[in-house]
């Protein structure tokens, strides 16, 4: 409830209270609970750096009470289609299904405050079971996250319909898995955090992203911008879709 209440604060003031010329990044590390050793690089780095746990990974549940401990925000990588296995979404499948795999992943993930999507390009495509998402993430006092995935997302959205705390990525990071590119990633990151005052990133636990990040994050402030939590970030865009995303505010995919 505390959680809410700070939402929904964060909603009413967050953007009205914003110092202007403000730059505001948040990063977000994806595909968490794998390897012991890349979740311990992950939560090494500076910053308030958001863990994404997938909860079909032998350390999820683990992981997520050693970053929740160590004051990270913790979410639920939730698989997708197509993504496979057995927590994840599929086209056509029931409501009481979809609710019972979103139930139990949320249960091998503690302490989540959100969840954001695993790949699902094709489910995060479809309108009934986004809208349902998205009121049993209210109901659950959760925010949303979409990665964005395809351009025919209308997870958002549909987030923004019914009021759900939520903020949409802006950058992939580590498409390309060289120091290089993922550097020149984090700087495309940089640009748009400059132009619109904000920009969420997604990223890997893989060393090169890791070894980018945990040399770049300490520069940030002498450049100008400011690392902040998800919780933060949406307070900073109170549900306002980027420019990228949609018009004025509004999510193109309605």
């Given amino acids: 409830m505390r959680y809410l209440l ?3 604060f964060c909603l009413m003031f967050g953007a009205a209270q914003a110092a202007p ?9 994806d595909d968490l609970g794998q390897s012991s050793e890349r979740d311990s690089r992950t939560l090494a780095l ?47 499948t029931a409501i009481e299904e979809l609710a019972r795999r979103l139930d139990a992943a949320l249960a091998k993930v503690p302490y989540a405050a959100g969840i954001n999507n ?15 998402l998205m009121e049993e993430l209210q109901r659950r006092h959760l925010f949303f996250v979409d990665s964005r995935t395809s351009a025919a997302t209308v997870a958002a959205a549909e987030a923004q319909a019914v009021g759900l705390a939520h903020v949409s990525r802006d950058v992939f990071l580590d498409d390309v898995r060289t120091t290089e590119a993922i550097s020149g990633q984090l700087q495309l990151g940089i640009a748009q955090a400059r132009k619109q005052g904000s ?11 890791l070894e980018v990040l945990a040399r770049e994050i300490p520069r940030l402030k002498a450049q100008g911008i400011e690392l902040i939590g998800l919780p933060q970030m949406i307070a900073e865009r109170g549900n306002q879709a980027m420019p990228a995303h949609g018009h004025q505010g509004r999510y193109s995919n309605r």
């Fill in 6 to 8: 700070f939402t929904l």
């Fill in 21 to 29: 010329g403000k730059a505001y990044l948040s990063i977000i590390i």
């Fill in 46 to 92: 500076p910053g308030p750096v958001t863990m994404a746990i997938m909860p079909d990974t032998p350390h999820a549940t683990d992981f997520a009470r050693q970053a929740h401990k160590a004051g990270r925000t913790v979410i639920l990588h939730m698989p997708m289609d197509p993504a496979n296995g057995p927590y994840a979404w599929h086209p056509g």
């Fill in 118 to 132: 695993h790949m699902g390009s094709r489910m995060t495509a479809q309108r009934e079971p986004m809208r349902w």
């Fill in 199 to 209: 920009a969420v990133l997604i990223g890997h636990p893989y060393p090169q992203t």
